[in-house]
């Protein structure tokens, strides 16, 4: 809220400086008081009226307390509190003057003080208009003195009274004028500073790069969107909810390399994710000056590098199989048609049927992978729809399931029911086919079962949606879970090595992950985290 103003002042420093000037009066008075009473006989106050001296400066000292106590607790008519003591002030200090012997006691210097206060006080040139009364009051009281025969003429004191009246009114108000507009440029200044300093927020909030400030304590000063999301948090919360939080408590891999690179000069960092289903985040540091205590933190999201490199290697993968791949059919198809007509003959060994099996299944195999890279390069746009799981899966295994002649066992769990998605139906099944038909092998190899586990929920940490893909094999290690979505690596003699790295292409085509998750009781999981852009729950 803007705070109101007296003649371009903040409302709380006018007030400030005119409670200033109060005591000010208070102390002047009392002082003139006091000196009269304690040394009556050497002070010249008062030396030619002493009863009209005493009067004037005891009705000064009231004033003066009454006027103070109105500045301080009744915030309001302020330019008349102002001009009634400066009024009352020059009546007083006249009076005073005739009573001490005219100008030559110096009580005039005193209006100064009042008429310099009345220009700074209302940056006003009206203000100057004290300066004037001033001039004729002590004139007048000049010309009544001369009159009176109680002195001789002090017409000179008179005249360096105006002009010093006059040119501390008017330096006073040319100071204040000065001051006044030099704030209005600094609250100019400020103000482009703070839209600027805004402005800088909002571009820093919406780089797609996290960025984190840390103290030298590790306690978080700014984060961005970007880096609140990279790190796991929920992407409906509010970045301000973890400032000043410590950097341990958010991220410990980040933490630990943040440590590391304060110790060492040539810290190389490393890629680490910060939940099991993130990103691999590579973050960058920067010192703020010339020590490490307060750093900048960069996090790039390397999947992205990563997969920008992938799609340019398919890419050109994918234009040389389209342009060799009829090439290649035409002899694979007429090796198919061979092999299939050497095993339908009679004339052939029986011994030798083997080796025909062995032609079928690799030719099979070749056009597998042909036509898998020919979906890759010629994927169709994605056709978002709604989807609610717990009515899509139960159809969609019931008709996955009538295409194998002996299907798996395939059980489904819902943490939460009626969660609504938005995804491409087919791509969606084309996905847990392949996760499906992963997990039964894998199982059945392990444990002589095809079991197949669903399991459809909400993270709470972080309020994301994810269906699991859940298996009883062996597991996977640590250094090949780090390849299992690369394009043609497989430990199947009979894989592509392309089913995991499609599957998480056409996730993240419908703004979705697929990660791998080491289940601890033996076996594999798989899971697609659903983003809060395709989440809906009824």
Request: charged share 15%; glycine share 6%; hydrophobic share 40%.
């Amino acid at each position: 809220m803007t705070e109101t103003k007296i003649q371009g002042l903040p409302f709380s420093v006018s007030w400030r400086a005119l409670q200033i000037f109060s005591a000010y009066r208070v102390i002047l008075s009392l002082s003139l008081l006091l000196f009269y009473q304690l040394q009556p006989e050497v002070t010249f106050l008062g030396k030619d009226n002493p009863q009209l001296f005493y009067t004037t400066a005891l009705f000064f000292f009231a004033f003066s307390i009454v006027a103070m106590a109105l500045s301080l607790f009744l915030k309001r008519l302020y330019f008349l509190q102002l001009e009634a003591q400066v009024f009352i002030d020059i009546i007083l200090i006249i009076l005073m003057m005739n009573a001490s012997g005219g100008n030559v006691s110096g009580l005039g210097v005193l209006i100064a003080v009042s008429t310099s206060a009345a220009s700074i006080l209302t940056g006003n040139p009206a203000a100057l208009g004290f300066s004037i009364l001033a001039s004729a009051a002590v004139l007048g009281e000049e010309l009544y003195s001369n009159l009176s025969g109680n002195k001789q003429s002090g017409m000179t004191q008179v005249g360096i009274l105006s002009i010093t009246f006059m040119a501390t009114s008017l330096l006073s108000f040319y100071l204040t004028r000065r001051i006044i507009e030099t704030e209005h440029v600094a609250e100019e200044s400020i103000k482009g500073l703070e839209n600027m300093e805004q402005l800088n927020e909002q571009i820093i909030q919406f780089m797609t790069t996290g960025v984190l400030v840390v103290d030298g304590q590790n306690s978080i000063r700014l984060i961005n969107r970007s880096a609140w999301i990279h790190l796991g948090m929920p992407e409906l919360g509010m970045p301000e909810s973890t400032k000043s939080r410590r950097l341990e408590q958010v991220s410990t891999p980040l933490a630990r390399q943040l440590n590391l690179w304060r110790r060492k000069n040539s810290y190389r960092s490393k890629p680490f994710k910060n939940t099991a289903t993130g990103p691999n985040l590579l973050p960058n540091f920067s010192p703020i000056g010339n020590s490490k205590e307060n750093a900048i933190i960069f996090l790039e999201d390397t999947s992205f590098l990563n997969q920008q490199a992938q799609s340019l290697k398919l890419a050109s993968l994918g234009r040389l199989t389209a342009s060799i791949a009829h090439e290649i059919r035409n002899p694979l198809g007429a090796l198919s048609h061979a092999a299939q007509l050497m095993k339908e003959s009679d004339e052939v060994d029986p011994t030798n049927l083997g080796l025909v099996e062995i032609i079928e299944k690799n030719t099979e195999r070749v056009n597998g992978i042909i036509e898998n890279i020919m979906k890759l390069s010629q994927r169709a746009k994605v056709q978002v729809k709604e989807i609610n799981l717990s009515q899509y899966l139960p159809i969609m295994l019931k008709e996955y399931s009538s295409g194998k002649e002996i299907p798996p066992q395939v059980s489904t769990q819902f943490q939460t029911k009626n969660l609504i998605i938005h995804f491409d139906l087919s791509q969606l099944s084309q996905i847990l086919t392949n996760l499906i038909d992963n997990a039964a092998r894998y199982s059945e190899i392990n444990t002589g079962e095809a079991t197949v586990q669903l399991m459809v929920g909400v993270e709470p940490h972080s309020n994301t949606a994810f269906l699991d893909v859940i298996d009883r094999g062996a597991g996977i290690s640590p250094e090949l879970s780090e390849k299992i979505f690369e394009p043609f690596f497989t430990t199947s003699r009979s894989g592509t090595g392309l089913g995991l790295y499609l599957s998480r292409e056409l996730c993240e085509a419908n703004r979705a992950r697929l990660d791998f998750i080491p289940v601890p009781t033996g076996g594999s999981c798989f899971r697609i985290s659903f983003s809060a852009a395709n989440l809906t729950q009824r």
